[in-house]
């Protein structure tokens, strides 16, 4: 029995590293920028597809393509802010949640359009190979993707907290005005943050590529969980994003093991709905922090 | 050239046109029906070109009663786009026999629209039940409705895996797992009641939610070890397909047989996911590459020309949807045109009606005999399984190619 509790606990977790890792860039992204960005899981979608195709086509292993598909991203984080985000940032809320919702269909259909519905998965031997820890199996993959987001999680946490650039960013989270008054480039600053959530969540495709398989939806179903996490953890907390993260991972473990798999989902939002009633800010977040502040 | 010898000389022509008697020219329209563009495309084009190949192999052989088949294409990428193209072949280009549609989502608006209009409607591979459960008089189904695909996991579970690993199927201890959607909840209603009538005991029955949103299936896999089923029967698409497959691995489940109905369990590509790992796991499935030795002898020699035909027209290899688009057009042609009075959709209903058409006499087993509903009832689905990273057909055991391969799963308690 017990040995089951610790299986459920750690499949729980393992999966939650990788829910903290998609939600970290949405998070910030809405910090800094008070955009929510619809599209951010087709971009982890397209950094599935890079990651297939370097290891199809080139022979890359999907951790070495960490190195190549991150910049891309970043590049690809830079651009639509300049692109799209940038012009709507002082629009009304339903033109940003046009833009980027819009920007999702785009990206959604020009995936179908390029590669069809098909699921695209890679093979990686050494991915499903297992480590046992005590009673408990542990698939390698998942292992280093848990160490993976959460080393990566703390970074973000420890350049937000200790330098100059960080800084620059809670400060433009905090008041847009103020920041640029103290000389703040809150253009550059807007730029970098959409960037760093882009490639977060990329990093979050690549490493999830040698577990699922990839079709031009993939993105959409696998992000939903991370709205649930930004929400629950508290709008722009970074920690809040790690800790929800893990517990809805936990949650739909145990859930599906005493309850049944149909309603792990029903389980969780049911802890989210409770959360929310007796802390409507999520679990970290600041009260008001869902509210514009005036540029 | 002036007015007058212009219009002698047209109208000349239209009255030809009008009056053209049953020369070797005079065709016979059929609309296709099918999604070949968007997010269904893939298995749409393969059945339009199994249809393709079916008309142009009876026009070669001097067509239907002396008429060609004429191929009127149209693309029913959407619900409504099948709408829009189902009207635009009936009232433009005159259309009165359709064939269709790939999927349930274009089958169910494209079937309405013709029987409002009075239009056979001949359905190939769509796989809803509803879609002959409307009372519609002119909508007629050659494949099997999705229970088909549910049913042989059972069958097989009593007829070949009880016997293999001696034991009475009263003994035999089943899983049934899905995802919760109406495909998934029904292949394991009909599973379930075959177990029941079988004396088979399911041990768990467990579905999970539907639509690729599952990261981690462990503690599914952890509740099945501890239920310790001799078969798993699963529905899952693509996705969970995978998953299953990976983490039973990697959690060292081994049911003594494990057994999926179709959609994820019968897809190519499960081999590029799993690797080696995929052997041994069966599958029900559309029939793909029956032992001809099941065959009828026409129908073995259809087989060897539909392949040939359909390699050197399209550079690929004829697999389980095109052999559907196929035998769809095939058995509407030959059989339902071929023995109907006209090709007027009364006529062509009461030749359905009248088919008898034997098991075995299709290039992939099925037969032909229509129940007051509009079903075929001698088409089926095959237990394959995957023998050296290849779908292989081992049930039923006159059209199977092979004998099962690891049964009961190495490494099973």
Redesign the interface.
């Known amino acids: 029995m017990l040995e089951?509790l610790l299986?459920?606990f750690v499949?729980?977790i393992?999966?939650g590293g990788?829910?903290a890792l998609m939600s970290v860039g949405l998070t910030l992204v809405f910090g800094v920028l008070r955009v929510v960005n619809f599209a951010h899981g087709e971009y982890m979608m397209l950094a599935m597809y890079f990651t297939f195709w370097l290891f199809t086509q080139l022979s890359v292993d999907p951790y070495v393509a960490i190195l190549i598909v991150l910049p891309a991203a970043w590049l690809f984080g830079i651009a639509t802010e300049w692109l799209l985000i940038r012009r709507t940032l002082d629009a009304p809320h339903i033109a940003q949640v046009f833009v980027t919702l819009a920007l999702s269909v785009l990206l959604q259909n020009l995936a179908?359009l390029f590669w069809?519905?098909?699921?695209?998965?890679?093979?990686v031997?050494y991915a499903?190979s297992?480590v046992e820890i005590g009673p408990v199996?542990v698939?390698w993959s998942r292992l280093i993707n848990f160490i993976i987001a959460i080393v990566t999680a703390a970074a973000v946490g420890a350049m937000l907290k200790y330098t100059y650039t960080g800084m620059a960013i809670r400060a433009t989270a905090q008041d847009r005005r103020s920041a640029r008054l103290m000389g703040v480039n809150v253009d550059r600053i807007y730029s970098m943050t959409f960037a760093l959530g882009s490639a977060l969540v990329a990093l979050a495709g690549v490493l999830?590529m040698p577990?699922?398989?990839v079709?031009p939806?993939?993105g959409g179903?696998?992000i939903?969980?991370a709205f649930v996490v930004v929400v629950l953890g508290g709008m722009g907390s970074l920690l809040g994003a790690v800790v929800a993260g893990l517990a809805i991972?936990v949650i739909?473990?145990?859930a599906?093991?005493y309850l049944?798999?149909?309603v792990?989902?029903l389980v969780y939002f049911l802890f989210f709905v409770v959360v929310l009633l007796v802390m409507p800010a999520g679990l970290f977040g600041k009260r008001g922090a869902e509210v514009m502040d005036v540029t | 050239m002036s007015l007058k010898p212009m219009l002698t000389s047209s109208l000349l022509g239209i009255a030809v046109l009008a009056a053209a008697p049953a020369t070797a020219q005079e065709t016979i329209k059929v609309g296709t029906v099918f999604p070949l563009t968007g997010p269904t495309a893939v298995f749409g084009t393969q059945n339009f070109q199994g249809v393709v190949v079916a008309a142009e192999m009876i026009n070669d052989r001097g067509g239907v009663k002396g008429k060609k088949i004429e191929l009127v294409k149209a693309d029913a990428a959407s619900p409504q786009a099948a709408i829009a193209e189902v009207n635009r072949l009936i009232t433009q280009a005159g259309v009165k026999i359709l064939v269709g549609s790939t999927t349930t989502a274009v089958a169910m608006p494209a079937t309405q629209e013709a029987e409002r209009a009075g239009v056979f409607y001949w359905e190939g591979a769509a796989i809803a039940e509803q879609i002959t459960e409307r009372g519609f008089k002119y909508t007629f189904r050659v494949a099997l409705p999705a229970a088909g695909l549910g049913t042989p996991a059972m069958d097989y579970t009593v007829k070949v895996v009880a016997p293999t690993l001696k034991r009475d199927p009263k003994d035999i201890r089943v899983a049934i797992v899905g995802e919760e959607s109406s495909f998934g909840i029904s292949m394991a209603d009909v599973n379930v009641a075959a177990a029941k009538e079988a004396g088979v005991q399911v041990v768990l029955r467990e579905t999970y939610p539907a639509g690729s949103k599952n990261t981690d299936l462990s503690p599914l896999i952890l509740k099945l070890r501890a239920a310790n089923p001799d078969v798993l029967i699963a529905t899952a698409f693509f996705n969970d397909a995978v998953l299953l497959g990976r983490q039973m691995k990697e959690l060292r489940f081994v049911p003594k047989a494990y057994i999926g109905t179709s959609a994820g369990h019968s897809t190519l590509t499960l081999a590029d996911a799993l690797g080696d790992a995929v052997n041994g796991t069966f599958s029900s499935s559309y029939p793909p590459d029956v032992n001809p030795g099941g065959l009828t002898e026409q129908a073995r020699a259809d087989l060897t020309e539909f392949k040939r035909r359909y390699q050197e027209k399209y550079k690929v290899v004829p697999s389980v949807q095109e052999v559907v688009g196929f035998v769809a057009g095939w058995s509407l042609f030959r059989d339902v045109i071929g023995t109907a009075e006209s090709a007027e959709p009364d006529k062509l209903r009461e030749a359905v009606m009248k088919l008898d058409v034997p098991i075995g006499s299709y290039i992939n087993g099925w037969g032909a005999k229509f129940d007051a509903k509009g079903q075929n009832v001698r088409s089926f689905a095959t237990v394959v399984q995957w023998q050296d990273k290849k779908m292989t057909v081992v049930y039923p055991l006159e059209l199977a190619t092979a004998k099962p391969i690891m049964l009961p799963a190495p490494g099973s308690k």
């Not at chain 1, 069809?116 to 093979?123: E, L, V």
């Open positions: 089951t299986q459920l499949s729980g393992l999966a990788i829910y179908l069809t519905a098909d699921f695209r998965s890679i093979f031997p499903s297992v199996l698939t999830v577990l699922f398989p079709n939806f993939s179903e696998f939903l969980v991972g739909e473990a145990f599906a093991f049944g798999s149909e792990k989902q």
